[in-house]
Protein backbone atom coordinates (compact mmCIF):
# COMPACT_ATOMS: atom_id res chain seq x y z
CA UNK A 1 0.00 0.00 0.00
CA UNK A 2 1.10 3.49 -1.09
CA UNK A 3 0.83 6.44 1.48
CA UNK A 4 1.40 9.90 1.40
CA UNK A 5 0.71 13.10 -0.14
CA UNK A 6 -0.22 10.94 -3.46
CA UNK A 7 -3.65 9.84 -2.11
CA UNK A 8 -6.43 11.89 -0.73
CA UNK A 9 -7.10 11.61 3.01
CA UNK A 10 -10.02 9.60 2.56
CA UNK A 11 -7.92 6.64 1.05
CA UNK A 12 -8.27 3.21 2.36
CA UNK A 13 -12.54 3.98 3.08
CA UNK A 14 -14.73 1.81 2.06
CA UNK A 15 -16.73 3.54 -0.85
CA UNK A 16 -20.12 2.89 1.13
CA UNK A 17 -18.66 4.55 4.68
CA UNK A 18 -17.58 7.92 3.05
CA UNK A 19 -19.53 10.54 3.08
CA UNK A 20 -20.50 11.77 -0.71
CA UNK A 21 -21.82 15.41 -0.11
CA UNK A 22 -23.19 17.06 -2.84
CA UNK A 23 -20.82 19.47 -4.51
CA UNK A 24 -17.57 17.88 -2.92
CA UNK A 25 -17.48 14.63 -4.79
CA UNK A 26 -16.92 16.10 -8.21
CA UNK A 27 -14.55 18.37 -6.37
CA UNK A 28 -12.67 14.99 -5.33
CA UNK A 29 -12.71 13.54 -8.96
CA UNK A 30 -11.14 16.51 -10.21
CA UNK A 31 -8.32 16.24 -7.49
CA UNK A 32 -7.96 12.43 -8.11
CA UNK A 33 -7.74 13.25 -12.08
CA UNK A 34 -4.99 15.93 -12.44
CA UNK A 35 -3.13 13.79 -9.70
CA UNK A 36 -2.89 10.49 -11.96
CA UNK A 37 -1.97 13.55 -14.64
CA UNK A 38 0.47 14.18 -12.77
CA UNK A 39 1.85 11.23 -12.07
CA UNK A 40 1.64 10.10 -15.59
CA UNK A 41 3.86 12.86 -16.69
CA UNK A 42 6.68 12.09 -14.30
CA UNK A 43 6.37 8.18 -15.11
CA UNK A 44 7.23 9.80 -18.94
CA UNK A 45 10.23 11.71 -17.15
CA UNK A 46 11.33 8.69 -15.30
CA UNK A 47 10.91 6.69 -18.21
CA UNK A 48 12.89 8.63 -21.05
CA UNK A 49 15.80 9.29 -18.31
CA UNK A 50 15.71 5.14 -17.76
CA UNK A 51 16.22 4.82 -21.80
CA UNK A 52 18.89 7.82 -21.95
CA UNK A 53 20.78 6.08 -19.23
CA UNK A 54 20.33 2.77 -20.76
CA UNK A 55 21.65 4.26 -24.30
CA UNK A 56 25.03 5.64 -22.85
CA UNK A 57 25.82 3.09 -20.28
CA UNK A 58 26.72 1.13 -23.29
CA UNK A 59 29.27 3.65 -23.93
CA UNK A 60 30.45 4.08 -21.27
CA UNK A 61 31.02 0.46 -20.71
CA UNK A 62 32.70 0.05 -23.71
CA UNK A 63 35.30 2.98 -22.92
CA UNK A 64 35.82 1.57 -19.53
CA UNK A 65 36.77 -2.31 -21.10
CA UNK A 66 39.05 -0.46 -24.00
CA UNK A 67 41.37 1.49 -21.53
CA UNK A 68 42.46 -1.12 -19.49
CA UNK A 69 44.82 -2.64 -21.73
CA UNK A 70 46.83 0.42 -21.61
CA UNK A 71 46.55 0.90 -18.31
CA UNK A 72 47.50 -2.79 -17.59
CA UNK A 73 50.25 -2.61 -20.09
CA UNK A 74 52.03 0.54 -18.10
CA UNK A 75 51.81 -1.00 -14.86
CA UNK A 76 53.16 -4.28 -16.11
CA UNK A 77 56.39 -2.30 -17.10
CA UNK A 78 56.46 -0.56 -14.15
CA UNK A 79 56.46 -3.94 -12.34
CA UNK A 80 59.46 -4.96 -14.85
CA UNK A 81 61.42 -2.29 -13.78
CA UNK A 82 60.87 -2.43 -10.47
CA UNK A 83 61.65 -6.46 -10.18
CA UNK A 84 64.76 -6.19 -12.41
CA UNK A 85 66.39 -3.22 -10.85
CA UNK A 86 67.27 -3.61 -7.37
CA UNK A 87 68.99 -0.74 -6.95
CA UNK A 88 65.60 1.29 -8.16
CA UNK A 89 65.41 4.66 -5.88
CA UNK A 90 62.52 6.92 -8.12
CA UNK A 91 60.77 9.57 -5.90
CA UNK A 92 58.02 7.67 -6.65
CA UNK A 93 59.04 4.69 -4.62
CA UNK A 94 60.17 6.25 -1.37
CA UNK A 95 57.99 6.86 1.99
CA UNK A 96 57.46 10.55 2.18
CA UNK A 97 57.94 11.53 6.12
CA UNK A 98 55.14 13.87 5.53
CA UNK A 99 51.81 12.21 6.78
CA UNK A 100 49.14 14.52 4.58
CA UNK A 101 47.35 12.45 2.22
CA UNK A 102 45.92 13.90 -1.18
CA UNK A 103 42.26 12.27 -2.15
CA UNK A 104 41.33 12.40 -5.79
CA UNK A 105 37.29 11.62 -5.57
CA UNK A 106 35.10 11.07 -8.46
CA UNK A 107 31.54 12.01 -8.02
CA UNK A 108 28.82 12.57 -10.44
CA UNK A 109 27.64 15.92 -11.66
CA UNK A 110 23.21 15.31 -11.20
CA UNK A 111 21.05 13.68 -8.75
CA UNK A 112 18.67 11.00 -9.48
CA UNK A 113 21.11 8.56 -9.35
CA UNK A 114 20.05 6.28 -6.12
CA UNK A 115 22.71 5.82 -3.87
CA UNK A 116 25.68 6.51 -6.30
CA UNK A 117 27.31 9.58 -4.42
CA UNK A 118 26.08 8.89 -1.08
CA UNK A 119 27.41 5.95 -1.24
CA UNK A 120 31.11 7.03 -2.07
CA UNK A 121 31.14 9.78 0.72
CA UNK A 122 30.62 7.54 3.06
CA UNK A 123 33.35 5.16 2.16
CA UNK A 124 35.51 8.30 1.95
CA UNK A 125 34.22 9.31 5.17
CA UNK A 126 35.39 6.19 6.73
CA UNK A 127 38.29 6.31 4.63
CA UNK A 128 40.03 9.92 6.10
CA UNK A 129 38.61 9.60 9.46
CA UNK A 130 41.82 10.87 11.87
CA UNK A 131 43.81 11.87 9.05
CA UNK A 132 45.15 15.63 7.73
CA UNK A 133 43.93 15.32 4.29
CA UNK A 134 42.87 17.52 1.10
CA UNK A 135 41.13 17.32 -2.09
CA UNK A 136 40.92 17.53 -5.74
CA UNK A 137 37.33 16.88 -6.78
CA UNK A 138 36.01 15.46 -9.89
CA UNK A 139 31.97 16.51 -10.29
CA UNK A 140 30.12 19.02 -9.34
CA UNK A 141 28.66 16.46 -6.36
CA UNK A 142 32.11 16.53 -4.84
CA UNK A 143 33.31 20.13 -5.19
CA UNK A 144 29.90 20.46 -2.88
CA UNK A 145 30.25 18.17 -0.76
CA UNK A 146 34.17 19.56 0.34
CA UNK A 147 33.12 22.66 0.10
CA UNK A 148 30.59 22.35 2.71
CA UNK A 149 32.24 21.16 4.85
CA UNK A 150 35.74 23.05 4.73
CA UNK A 151 37.84 20.66 3.41
CA UNK A 152 41.06 21.61 1.57
CA UNK A 153 40.68 21.34 -1.93
CA UNK A 154 43.52 21.46 -4.27
CA UNK A 155 41.65 22.94 -7.40
CA UNK A 156 38.28 23.35 -8.63
CA UNK A 157 39.36 23.38 -12.71
CA UNK A 158 37.90 19.53 -12.83
CA UNK A 159 34.41 20.38 -11.56
CA UNK A 160 32.66 19.13 -14.17
CA UNK A 161 33.00 15.22 -14.27
CA UNK A 162 31.15 14.82 -17.64
CA UNK A 163 33.47 17.17 -19.49
CA UNK A 164 36.63 14.90 -18.15
CA UNK A 165 39.08 13.80 -21.22
CA UNK A 166 41.90 11.88 -21.40
CA UNK A 167 44.33 15.31 -21.64
CA UNK A 168 42.69 16.44 -18.24
CA UNK A 169 43.45 13.36 -16.84
CA UNK A 170 47.22 13.69 -17.58
CA UNK A 171 47.42 17.05 -16.30
CA UNK A 172 45.71 15.58 -12.90
CA UNK A 173 48.59 13.01 -12.85
CA UNK A 174 51.14 16.08 -13.53
CA UNK A 175 49.58 18.47 -11.00
CA UNK A 176 49.82 15.27 -8.26
CA UNK A 177 53.85 14.38 -9.24
CA UNK A 178 54.73 17.94 -8.85
CA UNK A 179 53.10 18.44 -5.70
CA UNK A 180 54.10 15.07 -4.20
CA UNK A 181 57.62 15.84 -5.48
CA UNK A 182 57.44 19.28 -4.03
CA UNK A 183 56.57 17.45 -0.38
CA UNK A 184 52.81 19.00 -0.50
CA UNK A 185 51.52 15.85 0.61
CA UNK A 186 53.47 12.35 1.02
CA UNK A 187 50.20 10.30 0.10
CA UNK A 188 47.78 9.97 -2.34
CA UNK A 189 44.72 8.21 -3.38
CA UNK A 190 41.92 7.83 -5.71
CA UNK A 191 38.52 7.74 -4.41
CA UNK A 192 35.92 6.30 -6.98
CA UNK A 193 33.40 3.67 -7.56
CA UNK A 194 33.93 0.52 -9.19
CA UNK A 195 31.30 -0.82 -11.83
CA UNK A 196 31.15 -4.39 -11.17
CA UNK A 197 27.34 -5.21 -12.63
CA UNK A 198 24.11 -3.14 -13.89
CA UNK A 199 22.49 -3.64 -10.45
CA UNK A 200 25.61 -3.57 -8.09
CA UNK A 201 28.65 -0.23 -8.07
CA UNK A 202 31.03 -0.91 -4.95
CA UNK A 203 32.87 2.44 -3.75
CA UNK A 204 36.25 1.67 -2.74
CA UNK A 205 39.88 3.79 -2.71
CA UNK A 206 43.37 2.59 -4.77
CA UNK A 207 46.58 3.76 -3.08
CA UNK A 208 48.37 6.01 -5.89
CA UNK A 209 51.60 7.27 -4.81
CA UNK A 210 54.33 6.46 -3.13
CA UNK A 211 54.35 3.30 -5.44
CA UNK A 212 55.55 1.48 -2.50
CA UNK A 213 53.40 -2.05 -4.04
CA UNK A 214 55.65 -2.15 -7.09
CA UNK A 215 58.62 -1.35 -5.37
CA UNK A 216 58.28 -3.68 -2.60
CA UNK A 217 56.75 -6.96 -4.79
CA UNK A 218 60.71 -7.87 -6.01
CA UNK A 219 60.88 -8.83 -2.52
CA UNK A 220 58.49 -11.64 -3.33
CA UNK A 221 59.58 -12.02 -6.79
CA UNK A 222 62.66 -13.71 -7.33
CA UNK A 223 66.24 -11.63 -8.64
CA UNK A 224 66.02 -11.32 -12.15
CA UNK A 225 67.41 -9.06 -14.45
CA UNK A 226 66.07 -7.71 -17.26
CA UNK A 227 66.92 -7.97 -20.74
CA UNK A 228 65.42 -5.02 -21.31
CA UNK A 229 68.25 -1.75 -21.97
CA UNK A 230 66.42 1.28 -20.85
CA UNK A 231 67.55 4.43 -22.21
CA UNK A 232 69.44 6.70 -20.79
CA UNK A 233 68.66 4.53 -17.22
CA UNK A 234 65.61 2.49 -16.12
CA UNK A 235 65.10 5.23 -12.99
CA UNK A 236 64.68 7.58 -15.66
CA UNK A 237 62.14 5.57 -17.76
CA UNK A 238 60.62 4.69 -14.52
CA UNK A 239 60.07 8.41 -13.52
CA UNK A 240 58.73 9.27 -16.92
CA UNK A 241 56.11 6.96 -16.93
CA UNK A 242 54.48 7.13 -13.65
CA UNK A 243 52.19 10.03 -14.67
CA UNK A 244 50.77 8.45 -17.57
CA UNK A 245 50.93 5.59 -15.03
CA UNK A 246 48.85 7.71 -12.86
CA UNK A 247 46.84 9.00 -15.64
CA UNK A 248 45.86 5.75 -16.77
CA UNK A 249 44.10 5.19 -13.31
CA UNK A 250 42.64 8.69 -13.20
CA UNK A 251 40.82 7.65 -16.95
CA UNK A 252 40.23 3.95 -15.53
CA UNK A 253 38.79 5.15 -12.46
CA UNK A 254 36.62 7.90 -14.46
CA UNK A 255 35.42 5.52 -16.75
CA UNK A 256 34.04 3.23 -14.46
CA UNK A 257 32.29 5.84 -12.33
CA UNK A 258 30.40 7.06 -15.51
CA UNK A 259 29.19 3.72 -15.94
CA UNK A 260 28.72 3.46 -12.29
CA UNK A 261 26.58 6.26 -11.96
CA UNK A 262 24.71 5.86 -15.55
CA UNK A 263 23.67 1.92 -14.22
CA UNK A 264 22.25 3.30 -10.81
CA UNK A 265 20.54 5.82 -12.42
CA UNK A 266 19.18 3.37 -14.39
CA UNK A 267 17.79 1.55 -11.52
CA UNK A 268 16.61 4.32 -9.65
CA UNK A 269 14.20 5.39 -12.46
CA UNK A 270 13.18 1.86 -13.25
CA UNK A 271 12.15 1.29 -9.91
CA UNK A 272 10.74 5.31 -10.18
CA UNK A 273 8.40 4.51 -12.69
CA UNK A 274 6.96 0.83 -11.37
CA UNK A 275 6.05 2.91 -8.09
CA UNK A 276 4.55 5.57 -10.50
CA UNK A 277 2.46 2.90 -12.27
CA UNK A 278 1.63 1.34 -8.61
CA UNK A 279 0.46 4.80 -7.54
CA UNK A 280 -1.92 5.52 -10.77
CA UNK A 281 -3.15 1.91 -10.50
CA UNK A 282 -4.58 2.85 -6.79
CA UNK A 283 -5.95 5.68 -7.72
CA UNK A 284 -7.77 4.86 -10.76
CA UNK A 285 -9.21 2.14 -8.12
CA UNK A 286 -10.07 4.75 -5.91
CA UNK A 287 -11.40 6.74 -8.07
CA UNK A 288 -13.45 4.67 -10.20
CA UNK A 289 -14.98 3.06 -6.70
CA UNK A 290 -16.16 6.67 -6.16
CA UNK A 291 -17.19 6.92 -9.18
CA UNK A 292 -19.40 3.88 -8.19
CA UNK A 293 -20.21 5.07 -5.26
CA UNK A 294 -21.31 8.82 -6.36
CA UNK A 295 -23.76 7.52 -9.49
CA UNK A 296 -25.46 5.13 -6.70
CA UNK A 297 -26.23 7.37 -4.12
CA UNK A 298 -27.68 9.78 -7.37
CA UNK A 299 -30.09 6.80 -8.70
CA UNK A 300 -31.26 6.03 -5.02
CA UNK A 301 -31.80 10.10 -4.90
CA UNK A 302 -34.12 9.98 -7.74
CA UNK A 303 -35.75 6.73 -6.66
CA UNK A 304 -36.55 8.09 -3.09
CA UNK A 305 -37.70 11.38 -4.55
CA UNK A 306 -40.00 9.77 -7.08
CA UNK A 307 -41.73 7.62 -4.38
CA UNK A 308 -42.27 10.62 -2.36
CA UNK A 309 -45.83 11.39 -2.95
Not at 100 to 107: G, N, P
Not at 111 to 118: C, D
Not at 177 to 196: D, I, P, Q, S, W
Request: some cysteine; charged content about 25%.
Amino acid sequence: MISGPLLPSFWGRGADDMNYKEGTHGCKYESVKLRMKSIQSTMQITKAMELVASSKLRKAKERADASRPYFHTLENTLKQIAAGNTDLSSVYTKKSKSEKWCYVVIAGDRGLAGGYNSNLFKEMESETAGKDYCVLPIGKKAVEYYKRRGIQLVTEDFAEAGDISVSDCFEIAALLCRAFKAGEFGHAALGYTNFVSMLSQKPGVSSMLPLEDLSGEEKDMKQIHSLILYEPDSETVFDAIVPEYLAGMVYGAMCESVASELAARRTAMDAASKNAGEMIEQLSLYYNRARQASITQEITEIVAGAEEP
